[in-house]
């Protein structure tokens, strides 16, 4: 007997909470996994004005593993173009970005 196939949302309903469900969930396990691990830049974070206050909490390289887990949500995997170009400083951003540019890619997919 095989595995109970995935639910698939119906083509015309953009399953808007489930995907920023999976995209606050996966940031939760990249924090927790990163404060596992410690930062080794923790030091040069606490001095105002160095070049890690511009960088990302999580980067476009690192973001791109979260579309396996939209795959699950979505039904297909959303091409890597729906990553924001260098990172993500926030959780909300992630979420409210991410979420807006699969919703696109989704409606035109299923229109």
Same mark, same amino acid.
Do not use: N
């Given at each position: 007997?095989?595995?109970?196939?995935?639910?698939?949302?119906?083509?015309?309903?953009?399953?808007?909470?489930?995907?920023?469900?999976?995209?606050?969930?996966?940031?939760?396990?990249?924090?927790?996994?990163?404060?596992?691990?410690? =930062?080794?830049?923790?030091?040069?974070?606490?001095?105002?004005?160095?070049?890690? =206050?511009?960088?990302?909490?999580?980067?476009?390289?690192?973001?791109?593993?979260?579309?396996?887990?939209?795959?699950?949500?979505?039904?297909?995997?959303?091409?890597?173009?729906?990553?924001?170009?260098?990172?993500?400083?926030?959780?909300?951003?992630?979420?409210? =970005?991410?979420?807006?540019?699969?919703?696109?890619?989704?409606?035109?997919?299923?229109?």
């Amino acid at each position: 007997m095989g595995l109970p196939a995935p639910k698939i949302p119906s083509p015309g309903r953009f399953p808007k909470t489930e995907v920023e469900t999976a995209l606050r969930t996966w940031w939760k396990e990249q924090e927790g996994s990163s404060a596992r691990y410690g =930062d080794p830049f923790s030091d040069a974070r606490a001095k105002s004005g160095t070049v890690f =206050d511009i960088l990302p909490k999580v980067s476009s390289q690192e973001a791109v593993t979260v579309l396996l887990k939209l795959e699950k949500v979505l039904g297909y995997e959303p091409p890597t173009s729906v990553i924001k170009r260098g990172g993500y400083k926030t959780c909300d951003e992630f979420v409210q =970005d991410l979420t807006a540019r699969v919703s696109e890619g989704y409606s035109k997919k299923h229109s």
